[in-house]
């Protein structure tokens, strides 16, 4: 598929996503979100992609769902059509680790997005936001749900309410991204996270994915339970056999993904 809206590239065992309507701030339309989901699927089904990096422009990580596409919009269109249902779905399902890059607006579905990542490099002039409540409307992409589990529930009601944006530093002391770098070296940072990661037994690291995933969705006895059986499992694997023959050996583990 040729894209439009956003630019491709795999470098490294790393798969690059660049979101890229620089005219609209990157904001979220239907072509741009189904190139996105497209992009994320083959990625997926690429045997040489071990780890994906998902970023915007320096301006703009994405300044959310565009407005001018659903301004129109009905209830009953918007209901019955499942408005960002599929897609959001679609990108939850990825189970290779995607790591958003963010600089700039991260605005409603854009920081929606960046949370649907497993986790978040920001750089230090982004700006995150759910500024939905200024359009009479609200967040609809888990700005609500995954905000507040990440930062609270004061901070998000803060921000849902209030439609505030929070710099860079205030998101990494509320837990909202990992780190925070100079805008210059954001990237580098994220290529050089996602490679660290393409390192690693792809069985494992889809493990973590899932686990990590599942602590937001059970009970904590659950999960530990799910945890520990994953855990177990991963015994049966020859990575296992490999890295920890590699750690008594004083060398690196070569891992085979077996
Ligand atoms: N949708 C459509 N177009 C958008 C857009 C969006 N979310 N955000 C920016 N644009 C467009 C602007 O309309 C403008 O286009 P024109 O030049 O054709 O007028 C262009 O991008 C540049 O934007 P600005 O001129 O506004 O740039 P600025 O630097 O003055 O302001 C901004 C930047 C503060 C991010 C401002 O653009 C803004 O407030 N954007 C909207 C943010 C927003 O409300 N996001 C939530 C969307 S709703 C949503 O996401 C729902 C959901 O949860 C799923």
């Given at each position: 598929?040729?894209?439009?809206?956003?630019?491709?590239?795999?470098?490294?065992?790393?798969?690059?996503?660049?979101?890229?309507?620089?005219?609209?701030?990157?904001?979220?339309?239907?072509?741009?979100?189904?190139?996105?989901?497209?992009?994320?699927?083959?990625a997926?089904?690429?045997?040489?992609?071990?780890?994906?990096?998902?970023?915007?422009?320096?301006?703009?990580?994405?300044?959310?769902?565009?407005?001018?596409?659903?301004?129109?919009?009905?209830?009953?269109?918007?209901?019955?059509?499942?408005?960002?249902?599929?897609?959001?779905?679609?990108?939850?399902?990825?189970?290779?680790?995607?790591?958003?890059a963010?600089?700039g607006?991260?605005?409603?579905?854009?920081?929606?997005?960046?949370?649907?990542?497993?986790?978040?490099?920001?750089?230090?002039?982004?700006?995150?936001?759910?500024?939905?409540?200024?359009?009479?409307?609200?967040?609809?992409?888990?700005?609500?749900?995954?905000?507040?589990?990440?930062?609270?529930?004061?901070?998000?009601?803060?921000?849902?309410?209030?439609?505030?944006?929070?710099?860079?530093?205030?998101?990494?002391?509320?837990?909202?991204?990992?780190?925070?770098?100079?805008?210059?070296?954001l990237?580098?940072e994220?290529?050089?996270?996602?490679?660290?990661?393409?390192?690693?037994?792809?069985?494992?690291?889809?493990?973590?994915?899932?686990?990590?995933?599942?602590?937001?969705?059970?009970?904590?006895?659950?999960?530990?339970?799910?945890?520990?059986?994953?855990?177990?499992?991963?015994?049966?694997?020859e990575?296992?056999?490999?890295?920890?023959?590699?750690?008594?050996?004083?060398?690196?583990?070569?891992?085979?993904?077996?």
């Amino acid at each position: 598929m040729a894209y439009e809206t956003i630019i491709v590239e795999v470098e490294d065992h790393v798969a690059k996503i660049t979101l890229n309507r620089p005219d609209a701030l990157n904001a979220l339309n239907s072509q741009l979100l189904s190139e996105l989901v497209d992009a994320l699927q083959d990625a997926q089904g690429n045997d040489k992609v071990r780890c994906i990096v998902l970023t915007g422009s320096d301006k703009a990580f994405a300044a959310g769902a565009d407005i001018k596409m659903m301004a129109e919009k009905s209830f009953v269109e918007v209901f019955s059509g499942d408005l960002f249902g599929p897609e959001a779905d679609a990108i939850m399902r990825v189970r290779k680790p995607i790591i958003a890059a963010v600089s700039g607006y991260a605005l409603g579905g854009g920081c929606e997005l960046a949370m649907m990542c497993d986790f978040i490099i920001a750089s230090d002039t982004a700006k995150f936001g759910q500024p939905e409540i200024n359009l009479g409307v609200m967040a609809g992409l888990g700005g609500s749900q995954r905000l507040t589990r990440f930062i609270g529930k004061s901070k998000s009601m803060d921000m849902n309410l209030t439609g505030r944006f929070m710099d860079a530093e205030e998101a990494e002391r509320a837990g909202l991204v990992s780190r925070v770098v100079p805008a210059k070296k954001l990237l580098d940072e994220a290529m050089s996270a996602a490679q660290k990661i393409a390192e690693k037994s792809m069985v494992s690291v889809m493990a973590v994915k899932e686990a990590v995933n599942r602590s937001y969705e059970v009970p904590l006895a659950e999960g530990l339970l799910f945890e520990r059986r994953v855990f177990h499992s991963l015994f049966a694997t020859e990575d296992q056999k490999e890295g920890m023959a590699a750690f008594a050996e004083k060398r690196e583990a070569q891992f085979r993904d077996k």
